[in-house]
């Protein structure tokens, strides 16, 4: 028998039973729709999990303390302050052209604000002035302080886009001063003298926005240099909490990661790697973590989607078991009139497999709607909704297989029936 | 092995021809059913059949006579336990499911008491079925319509079988049987769903094939039918017991012609 011939025979079956076959495809179609779909979603996410992580920068090579420990006790929360800002400046001169840039920062915990009649509350933070390079973040208006403006602990800053419009609203920020002031004393219920300390800084410019990481909003803090920061915001003279450095390129990072742990080593006199008092962190291991997280989640809901394709492979096999039993005298007429057992055993193959092609090809255009959909929905905006062709290319290819596996015990069931009894059986 | 060849038999009943060697020859056949554990059938227990190409032969005989199991057996639809069984020259006893499915796609022309058409496909495709699984694709079409025309139905080509009335569909079930020109027809009670004018047009068509020099071999039980045959084997308790020629067969043609079973 010509494979023409069990196309066109499988073909018109189906159409000849088109409820039925439309409801069999219906399985299929929903199974690979949701791989479609759930893969998308979850290819979706996993790319703007690294999306963020890179808009804090991309090749960030991160240095911290060590968390203290003595023998095996560990102190709750308690770090050695053991990064300087020297640290950071010998890196610089030690590494030269071989890294892109770095720099160290100082938190100096939450402030209030007052400028131009305003009141607001935010993160202080000292850094140096490589910052903007470092953190791919360019300047809205006005300019980063300089190397300088660190050396002689200038008084100035650059603010986020948020504490920008806060304080100062449409007006242009830069040029403008801000007070920073804590309040001490007082001891409650009005006893007490209240002191303030005030500080003021002149606003050299504002950052671009950059929107939230991990809901955190980023776009709301005052960036002052890291030695004011020290010298009149915290007291903590010289140490920093991070040294961030920029390397080169990615695949610079492995390399750049080791010239950085070495230049610290040996400015600490450690000589054993395993007891040193900082920690390295390389962003692409941050990002490969990661991807491994998003990667599960990414299999989780391909899983899912597969036991719904599983599901409606088995449909598949009912209703061409309900086929076969249905066509056994058209078996044995065609057996009579001389079909062997791969000629019926094809047909019936074909058939079935003729009915997971379409319902997968159906099931990607309903996978690929889905994602339509789910794009509109708010709360998945900025989700970038993914079907590689890889993706299309398995589940049909999945589908097609399912047609083979769940088709064949029917398809046996039918080639290996006997003409006699197929032909007597009513 | 010397088995003493009764092909040599005086008589040749039907149209005369060339052929030394007879179309079928059984020697032997036996055929046992199991029912349960215990009980066993000899459905067949021995039959020597010879039949030579262009005869025309009835098969009769009571329920139970082992009629039906010989005709699964002439028409390769089952194989025999014992015996040696040749069709055309070839040795079928001992063949495959695959190698007798082939067989019968070449030799064997099925009509059927019940017509057994395929209600999906319409009067051409229906008779198309046999070189659907064997033979050329191109000539298909025009060969399935030469043999419409053969048995009178070149106006319902398209007709689906449920759209015939039983004759036609017995008709275009006679025209699938000569589509891959076999060495015979087997008919099962061709008649047996049919009335008496309807069969008298099968018994026709039959008649004037076999004139043409096609086999033709049919069991039925009514000896109105056998008649118009030209030789009857009458079996019974899983043998032959008699075998004799019809000196005078009935013409069906007659039949229509002088009206008996009404005018279409």
């Given at each position: 028998m010509k494979l023409y011939d069990s196309f066109r025979s499988a073909l018109q079956s189906l159409v000849v039973n088109k409820l039925r076959s439309a409801l069999t495809m219906l399985g299929v179609i929903i199974g690979v729709a949701s791989v479609i779909a759930m893969v998308a979603v979850g290819n979706g996410a996993s790319q703007q999990v690294q999306n963020t992580i890179l808009s804090l920068g991309s090749n960030l090579i991160t240095v911290s303390p060590a968390n203290l420990s003595d023998q095996g006790l560990r102190g709750a929360g308690a770090q050695s302050q053991n990064l300087t800002l020297d640290d950071m400046r010998a890196i610089q001169t030690q590494l030269g052209s071989s890294i892109a840039a770095s720099e160290a920062e100082q938190g100096a915990g939450r402030w209030q604000v007052t400028a131009a009649g305003q009141n607001w509350n935010t993160n202080v933070n000292g850094v140096t002035e490589d910052y903007p390079i470092v953190r791919d973040w360019p300047l809205q208006s006005g300019d980063f302080f300089s190397g300088s403006d660190v050396t002689v602990n200038a008084q100035v800053a650059v603010i986020g886009s948020t504490t920008a419009t806060s304080l100062f609203g449409e007006a242009d920020a830069v040029g403008q001063t801000l007070q920073l002031r804590q309040v001490f004393g007082g001891g409650g219920q009005g006893q007490g003298q209240q002191r303030a300390r005030i500080v003021n800084f002149k606003v050299v410019g504002v950052l671009e926005p950059k929107g939230s990481t991990f809901g955190f909003g980023r776009d709301d803090q005052i960036l002052v240099p890291v030695t004011t920061a020290q010298r009149v915001l915290t007291g903590r003279l010289n140490v920093v909490n991070t040294i961030v450095v920029k390397a080169t390129s990615s695949d610079a990072m492995t390399d750049t990661t080791a010239d950085v742990t070495n230049v610290l080593l040996q400015r600490h006199n450690i000589s054993d790697p395993a007891v040193a008092d900082f920690t390295v962190t390389n962003q692409n291991d941050t990002l490969a973590a990661l991807g491994a997280v998003t990667g599960t989640f990414t299999l989780l809901l391909g899983a899912i989607g597969g036991i719904s394709l599983l599901v409606g492979g088995i449909g598949i096999m009912n209703i061409m078991l309900v086929s076969v039993n249905e066509r056994t005298r058209e078996i044995g007429i065609r057996k009579a009139v001389g079909a062997r057992r791969q000629d019926i055993m094809v047909q019936f193959l074909i058939e079935s497999m003729a009915l997971t092609g379409i319902g997968g090809i159906l099931g990607i255009l309903l996978g690929w709607s889905i994602t339509l959909v789910v794009a509109l929905i708010p709360q998945a905006s900025g989700l970038v909704l993914v079907i590689t062709t890889g993706t299309v290319i398995i589940a049909v290819g999945v589908s097609v297989a399912i047609g083979v596996v769940f088709g064949l015990y029917p398809a046996m069931r039918a080639a290996r029936l006997h003409p006699i009894q197929a032909l007597r059986y009513e | 092995m010397t088995v003493v060849d009764r092909a040599a038999a005086p008589y040749r009943y039907g149209a005369p021809t060339a052929a030394t060697r007879p179309v079928v020859r059984l020697r032997g056949i036996t055929k046992t059913y199991r029912i349960g554990k215990e009980i066993e059938v000899h459905a067949l227990a021995g039959v020597d059949l010879d039949i030579h190409a262009g005869e025309f032969v009835a098969i009769m005989g009571p329920s139970g006579s082992g009629k039906s199991t010989l005709m699964n057996v002439l028409g390769c639809l089952d194989v025999p336990d014992a015996g040696t069984y040749e069709l055309a020259g070839e040795n079928v006893g001992k063949m495959s499911d695959d190698q007798l499915a082939a067989i019968r796609n070449k030799h064997i022309g099925f009509v059927f008491q019940t017509f057994n058409?395929?209600?999906?496909?319409?009067a051409v495709e229906n008779v198309e079925l046999p070189l659907v699984y064997g033979g050329d694709r191109h000539d298909r079409r025009a060969r399935a319509l030469a043999a419409l025309g053969q048995v009178g139905l070149a106006d319902r080509v398209k007709h689906r079988p449920s759209e015939l009335s039983g004759g036609q569909q017995q008709r275009v079930a006679i025209a699938r049987a000569l589509l891959n020109d076999p060495s015979m027809i087997l008919a099962d009670e061709p008649t047996g769903n049919l009335d008496s004018h309807s069969s008298a047009e099968i018994l026709a068509i039959l008649q004037r094939l076999n004139e043409l020099g096609k086999t033709v071999v049919m069991v039925t039980h009514e000896p109105d039918v056998a008649a118009h045959c030209r030789r009857i084997v009458r079996m019974r308790d899983g043998i032959v017991s008699h075998d004799d020629p019809v000196l005078e067969p009935l013409r069906a043609q007659d039949e229509i012609v002088s009206g008996i079973g009404g005018a279409e």
């Open positions: - | 058409l395929l209600s999906r496909l319409n």
